[in-house]
């Protein structure tokens, strides 16, 4: 496991440094709102003003990543609650420099990485696994056969919206179900509780109170009707899932109840926002009006078009999923979404594992320092290839190498991929979202890459604004608990900015139509080269470890089988009724 480590907040022009200058502000402050960021790769807490929604102070830390075999992910469940508490003490530390108490926060929203999946002794409140990460590929074989059984492919995008993948958390719970004796036990006694992060740190932080989760995260499980917006029976019948397991879902933005946690300096606050981190980014850029799309370039990069109060179903790989319902009353909101895996983890590999970058933040450096990538193509396909291509069996490849080929060139190369996989979404999105997309707000750490978004620009061919608030996701999620409380002047109007700190850096394309196609080209020629590189998934077993060795095997028969003996009646009982 990686220590956790302090890293620097991005409020390096925090507006109200000291008191004095919070005197000369003329705003009437209506108090503040908090925001639980919990990222694959950071965890955050900050602390913005209403009602013009400044983050005025902020802590975060980063949460290692245990990966015990190739293509596993998982993270400390335990540390993730230790890092958010700690968090929230730290940024309440800078608050009295700042004339403000932590008396002042009115309430607290939690916005989190989706489809992580963690289970949980209700008795003890201890996990009873580490979380499974939203990328781990661990049940591939398994979704590779249920692929191969079912004769209606849209049998799960129709109910869900979403296409049956390793990425959403059905098969993560079933997984940790027939692999984890503890978990089966817990089962079997009726004792355990299942969820999106979401749900395990607001049962952390109400001592167990509250199970519940949102749409937005409910929405990601592959479990959720996407009509009735509750658990749906024959899907949890497939899975062999139990409804009590599962949190119950609510809106985005309601008063849910009070943190009541000893350990979270956040005690005697109300909770009132929950929002899936790119959905979160969604409201943040104020993408409100059907049409308006966000990029956000993190660790993996997600592409969301507001299609309006109706769910839009693609043909093209795209996910429907839900983007905002902002009140138990509030009609729902959906999106399309474009998922890429790999967007700076790209860059963090070429750091950490290749050793060809001293840090990510030196992208830009590098990859400037060449004028073009030299006709080097890299797919980061680490873990298969996500939207539009749905291809479990891609594997990495950088292409196009010559003798002058430098290190310039493939981190120039890298920062294009993340161009390119834009792309590939933006064209599914042009044919299915019904409306004309004719520009992209962008935002995410990865934004201060100042060339990576010019050549996302050039390579789009379109106009990208970056949001000056590199924090989109916090910033949503603020807007949504304050909107529950009704305090700050949030009503999610594009027109009316109540909030005066966001501004847009523009980029527009350079490049002719000729020379975009030709290099995109160029790129779908490298991405068929990446496609059915794993000929046959590994068998869990072949580098597990130890204790988990002795486990693998007959479960997981267990679990095919007695899936596909439920998807089979499941699927034969739809036919008939
Ligand atoms: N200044 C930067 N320039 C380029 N890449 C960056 C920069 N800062 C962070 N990154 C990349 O951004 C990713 C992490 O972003 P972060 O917001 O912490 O992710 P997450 O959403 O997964 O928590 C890493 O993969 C890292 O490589
Ligand atoms: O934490 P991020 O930014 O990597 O986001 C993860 C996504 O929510 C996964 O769907």
């Given at each position: 496991?990686?220590?956790?480590?302090?890293?620097?907040?991005s409020?390096?022009?925090?507006?109200?440094?000291?008191?004095?200058?919070?005197?000369?502000?003329?705003?009437?402050?209506?108090?503040?709102?908090?925001v639980?960021?919990?990222?694959?790769?950071?965890?955050g807490?900050?602390?913005?003003?209403?009602?013009?929604?400044k983050?005025?102070?902020?802590h975060?830390?980063e949460?290692?990543?245990?990966?015990?075999?190739?293509?596993w992910?998982?993270?400390?469940?335990?540390?993730?609650m230790?890092?958010?508490?700690k968090?929230?003490?730290?940024?309440?530390?800078?608050?009295?420099?700042?004339?403000?108490?932590?008396?002042?926060?009115?309430?607290?929203?939690?916005?989190?990485q989706?489809?992580?999946?963690?289970?949980?002794?209700a008795?003890?409140?201890?996990?009873?696994?580490n979380?499974?990460?939203?990328?781990?590929?661990?049940?591939?074989?398994?979704?590779?056969?249920?692929?191969?059984?079912v004769?209606?492919?849209?049998?799960?995008?129709?109910?869900?919206?979403?296409p049956?993948?390793t990425?959403?958390?059905?098969?993560?719970?079933?997984?940790?179900?027939?692999?984890?004796?503890?978990v089966?036990?817990?089962?079997?006694?009726?004792?355990?509780?299942?969820?999106?992060?979401?749900?395990?740190?607001?049962?952390?932080?109400?001592?167990?109170?509250?199970h519940?989760?949102?749409?937005?995260?409910?929405s990601?499980?592959?479990l959720?009707n996407?009509?009735?917006?509750?658990?749906?029976?024959?899907?949890?019948?497939?899975?062999?899932?139990?409804?009590?397991?599962?949190?119950?879902?609510?809106?985005?933005?309601?008063?849910?109840?009070?943190?009541?946690?000893?350990?979270?300096?956040?005690?005697?606050?109300?909770?009132?926002?929950?929002?899936?981190?790119?959905?979160?980014?969604?409201?943040?850029?104020?993408?409100?009006?059907?049409?308006?799309?966000?990029?956000?370039?993190?660790?993996?990069?997600?592409?969301?078009?507001?299609?309006?109060?109706?769910p839009?179903?693609?043909?093209?790989?795209?996910?429907?999923?839900?983007?905002?319902?902002?009140?138990?009353?509030?009609?729902?909101?959906?999106?399309?979404?474009?998922?890429?895996?790999?967007?700076?983890?790209?860059?963090s590999?070429?750091?950490?594992?290749?050793?060809?970058?001293?840090?990510?933040?030196?992208?830009?450096?590098?990859?400037?320092?060449?004028?073009?990538?030299?006709?080097v193509?890299?797919?980061?396909?680490?873990?298969?290839?996500?939207?539009?291509?749905?291809?479990?069996?891609?594997?990495?490849?950088?292409?196009g190498?010559?003798?002058?080929?430098?290190?310039?060139?493939?981190?120039?190369?890298?920062?294009e991929?993340?161009?390119?996989?834009?792309?590939?979404?933006?064209?599914c999105?042009?044919?299915?979202?019904?409306y004309?997309?004719?520009?992209?707000?962008?935002?995410?750490?990865?934004t201060?890459?100042?060339?990576?978004?010019?050549?996302?620009?050039?390579?789009?061919?379109?106009?990208?604004?970056?949001?000056?608030?590199?924090?989109?996701?916090?910033?949503?999620?603020?807007?949504?608990?304050?909107?529950?409380?009704g305090?700050?002047?949030?009503?999610?109007?594009?027109e009316?900015r109540?909030?005066?700190?966001?501004?847009?850096?523009?980029?527009?394309?350079?490049?002719?139509?000729?020379?975009?196609?030709?290099?995109?080209?160029k790129?779908?020629?490298?991405?068929?080269?990446?496609?059915?590189w794993?000929?046959?998934?590994?068998?869990?077993?072949?580098?597990?470890?130890e204790?988990?060795?002795m486990?693998?095997?007959?479960?997981?028969?267990?679990?095919?089988?007695?899936?596909?003996?439920?998807?089979?009646?499941?699927?034969?009982?739809?036919?008939?009724?």
């Amino acid at each position: 496991m990686t220590e956790g480590k302090n890293v620097p907040n991005s409020s390096a022009d925090v507006p109200f440094r000291s008191k004095e200058l919070r005197k000369q502000s003329l705003i009437q402050h209506t108090g503040l709102v908090g925001v639980i960021d919990e990222g694959t790769k950071t965890i955050g807490f900050s602390i913005y003003t209403t009602p013009d929604f400044k983050e005025i102070a902020a802590h975060r830390v980063e949460l290692g990543v245990i990966s015990s075999q190739d293509g596993w992910y998982e993270q400390d469940p335990l540390e993730m609650m230790a890092s958010i508490n700690k968090c929230a003490e730290e940024a309440i530390k800078q608050l009295p420099e700042l004339g403000f108490s932590s008396s002042d926060i009115i309430t607290v929203g939690i916005t989190n990485q989706r489809e992580t999946t963690i289970v949980w002794d209700a008795v003890t409140g201890k996990p009873l696994y580490n979380a499974i990460v939203w990328k781990d590929i661990r049940t591939s074989s398994t979704v590779e056969q249920i692929v191969a059984k079912v004769q209606d492919p849209n049998y799960f995008k129709r109910r869900t919206g979403l296409p049956i993948s390793t990425y959403f958390s059905a098969l993560k719970i079933r997984w940790l179900k027939d692999n984890v004796p503890e978990v089966r036990q817990a089962c079997r006694e009726k004792r355990c509780k299942a969820g999106t992060v979401d749900s395990w740190i607001i049962w952390n932080l109400t001592n167990g109170a509250l199970h519940i989760t949102d749409v937005t995260n409910a929405s990601r499980t592959l479990l959720m009707n996407l009509e009735t917006q509750n658990w749906d029976p024959v899907l949890l019948k497939t899975f062999a899932i139990r409804e009590e397991m599962l949190p119950s879902i609510h809106s985005c933005s309601e008063v849910f109840g009070k943190i009541t946690s000893e350990r979270s300096a956040l005690r005697g606050i109300t909770l009132s926002g929950i929002l899936g981190n790119q959905q979160a980014s969604l409201l943040g850029q104020m993408c409100v009006k059907p049409g308006q799309t966000k990029n956000t370039y993190r660790s993996g990069c997600f592409l969301l078009c507001n299609t309006g109060d109706k769910p839009v179903f693609s043909s093209h790989g795209l996910l429907t999923t839900v983007a905002y319902k902002l009140g138990p009353q509030a009609p729902t909101i959906y999106a399309l979404e474009g998922s890429v895996s790999v967007a700076g983890h790209a860059l963090s590999w070429l750091q950490q594992k290749v050793r060809l970058l001293p840090d990510s933040r030196d992208a830009e450096k590098y990859a400037e320092a060449v004028p073009t990538a030299g006709d080097v193509y890299f797919v980061p396909a680490f873990t298969g290839l996500y939207a539009p291509y749905w291809r479990q069996n891609a594997r990495g490849i950088i292409i196009g190498l010559t003798q002058f080929t430098r290190k310039n060139h493939i981190v120039r190369a890298a920062l294009e991929s993340i161009c390119f996989q834009t792309r590939d979404i933006l064209e599914c999105m042009h044919q299915e979202c019904g409306y004309d997309i004719n520009k992209l707000h962008a935002d995410g750490k990865l934004t201060t890459n100042n060339l990576l978004m010019q050549l996302q620009a050039d390579t789009a061919g379109l106009p990208l604004f970056r949001s000056q608030l590199m924090d989109s996701t916090a910033f949503g999620a603020a807007m949504c608990a304050a909107q529950a409380e009704g305090i700050g002047l949030c009503k999610f109007e594009p027109e009316k900015r109540y909030y005066e700190n966001v501004h847009y850096d523009t980029f527009l394309p350079t490049t002719t139509e000729q020379e975009r196609e030709e290099r995109y080209g160029k790129w779908k020629r490298a991405v068929e080269r990446s496609l059915g590189w794993v000929i046959k998934q590994k068998k869990t077993r072949t580098h597990t470890e130890e204790n988990y060795r002795m486990l693998s095997s007959l479960p997981a028969s267990i679990f095919l089988i007695s899936t596909f003996a439920m998807l089979v009646h499941s699927l034969s009982a739809t036919v008939k009724s």
